[in-house]
């Protein structure tokens, strides 16, 4: 079952461009991370938002959750070639098996110098 | 530091071989999962369990199977592999706190290829 549906699928920008990516559902979260991850490698947690309405930064990366903890958005500003990665959202929704993690199908992001 | 380390970066098996890779987290996490992941189909969940002894199955448990005899230790067994078996296989450890499960650690994945 795709819970999360994350968009767009694949972004190719330049150095310096601003970018959105999205992560929506129609259930509920008790919370939700997003990665980054690089080819060959395991997905690294970049943050995770609980409280809806909550606005976390990391340096360049704004990172929301909605309101109703349905959806977040990860904007990056000014990107550089080092975002390039595959950036992931996941979350445990509140009415499922709440042991079990459920993860959007990814944004391939390629920042071109 | 959080850390969730696997046996292995890259595995290669034949046919029909029984493969074991196993996960260590350091973290005293309760709930520990075992993914793979392939070109256009995402992270998709084998198996994971919340507890010592304990495990669930997940969406594509068929060929696998796991041992989880202590809480830091969570290992993935293939009792015959098969070429479609050929993947990234990645470990993750969270705890929960109530009804709230949390963030998830990934290990650095193991490549398998079965020839």
């Known amino acids: 079952t795709q819970l999360l549906e994350q968009s767009p699928q694949f972004l190719s920008i330049q150095e310096g461009e601003n970018l959105t990516v999205y992560c929506n559902s129609s259930s509920v979260f008790s919370s939700l991370q997003w990665y980054r991850q690089e080819p060959g490698e395991g997905p690294v947690l970049l943050v995770t938002?609980?409280?809806?309405?909550e606005v976390k930064k990391l340096k360049r990366l704004t990172f929301q959750f909605g309101d109703a903890r349905k959806d977040s958005s990860l904007h990056i500003t000014a990107a550089q070639p080092g975002d390039t990665g595959l950036y992931l959202c996941?979350?445990?929704?509140?009415?499922?098996?709440?042991?079990?993690?459920?993860f959007g199908s990814g944004t391939k992001l390629n920042v071109k110098p | 530091d959080v850390k969730v380390t696997q046996s292995s970066r890259y595995l290669v098996k034949r046919t029909g071989e029984k493969v074991f890779l196993e996960c260590v987290q350091d973290?005293?996490?309760?709930?520990m999962f075992w993914y793979r992941q392939d070109p256009g189909l995402g992270l998709r969940l084998i198996y994971f369990s919340y507890d010592v002894k304990m495990k669930e199955k997940g969406d594509i448990p068929e060929g696998y199977s796991v041992s989880r005899e202590k809480k830091e230790r969570f290992s993935l067994i293939l009792e015959s592999a098969s070429t479609n078996q050929t993947s990234m296989y990645l470990c993750?450890?969270?705890?929960?706190?109530?009804?709230?499960?949390?963030?998830?650690?990934f290990g650095p994945g193991t490549r398998l290829t079965v020839t």
């Open positions: 996941a979350g445990a929704p509140l009415i499922y098996n709440f042991n079990k993690f459920y």
């Open positions: 938002v609980v409280t809806g309405g």
């Open positions: 973290m005293d996490h309760e709930n």
């Open positions: 993750a450890s969270s705890w929960t706190s109530g009804r709230v499960l949390w963030e998830q650690y």
